[in-house]
């Protein structure tokens, strides 16, 4: 399954999302230091300051570069990849690897505001997200005996499950508009489409070692016009 395919898919499985009195729409940047990747969330207050959440998100979430001193040593989180490659009647074992990820994704929750004062609050969510990715796979085989390192390139389509939670320091920045930043926390479960999965802590994907900072803003949808009764 392509990429093009999981973006068609994801607006197959869209459901309209209900007008309420109190809503915002919501854009962040999110990063774990390498690539960023955007999310658009949609936000519904039910009461008390409690909401629920409808989001979509895409683009680049890493790249891990990973590399042994000695050949045979690493393990790459593809099985096929840690084979042994087999050059011109000479063996070769993994020595490194790069994996880029981009990818598009879903997700849904629940969460809470708090103010604090008149411009500052907190806003704690989780979230379950499904992702779609892609993976820009390269791996490096050495021969030690002929000093020769040759390079195989792969792509993979995978996706994932994740739970995701979130905790942002709110700014009120205008009447309707908030600036938010913070963190999240993802916890993520490869559905190994392709035989994903992560085995090293900087493997992307991977459950609980992908704490990433988010900053964006907000912004205060205007209330649904109720129809005037008819006389």
């Known amino acids: 399954m392509s990429l093009k395919n999981c ?22 940047a999110n990063s774990r230091l390498s690539n960023l990747y955007f999310t658009a969330n949609y936000l519904s207050v039910i ?25 045979g040593t690493l393990t790459a989180p593809y099985r096929q990849a840690n084979e042994v490659l087999v ?20 997700s849904g929750g629940i969460g809470r505001f ?6 500052h609050g907190l806003r704690l969510e989780t979230d379950l997200r499904w992702i779609c990715f892609e993976d820009r796979f390269t ?9 020769k390192t040759i390079y195989q390139r792969k792509l993979h389509v995978e996706s994932a499950f ?38 090293n802590a900087e493997d992307l994907m991977n459950a609980g070692r ?8 907000s912004f205060m949808l205007p209330k649904k016009r109720q129809p005037k009764p008819e006389e």
């Open 7 to 28: 973006l068609l898919l994801l607006l197959l499985t869209g459901t309209s999302i209900p007008m309420t009195a109190q809503r915002r729409l919501t854009f962040d």
């Open 47 to 71: 009461r008390n300051k409690f909401f629920w959440s409808a989001s979509f998100e895409g683009g680049r979430y890493g790249i891990t570069d990973l590399y042994s001193p000695k050949a």
């Open 87 to 106: 050059h011109e009647d000479n063996n070769y074992l993994l020595q490194s690897y790069v994996s880029s990820v981009r990818g598009i994704g879903i």
């Open 114 to 119: 708090f103010n604090f004062t008149d411009i």
């Open 139 to 147: 791996g490096g085989y050495t021969n030690a005996s002929v000093n």
């Open 162 to 199: 994740g739970l995701t939670f979130s905790i942002y320091h709110t700014i009120a920045v205008a009447e309707r508009s908030t600036f938010y930043y913070g963190f999240k926390i993802p916890y993520f479960v490869p559905l190994a489409h392709g035989g994903y999965k992560p085995v």
């Open 210 to 217: 992908e704490i990433q900072l988010t900053a964006g803003i």
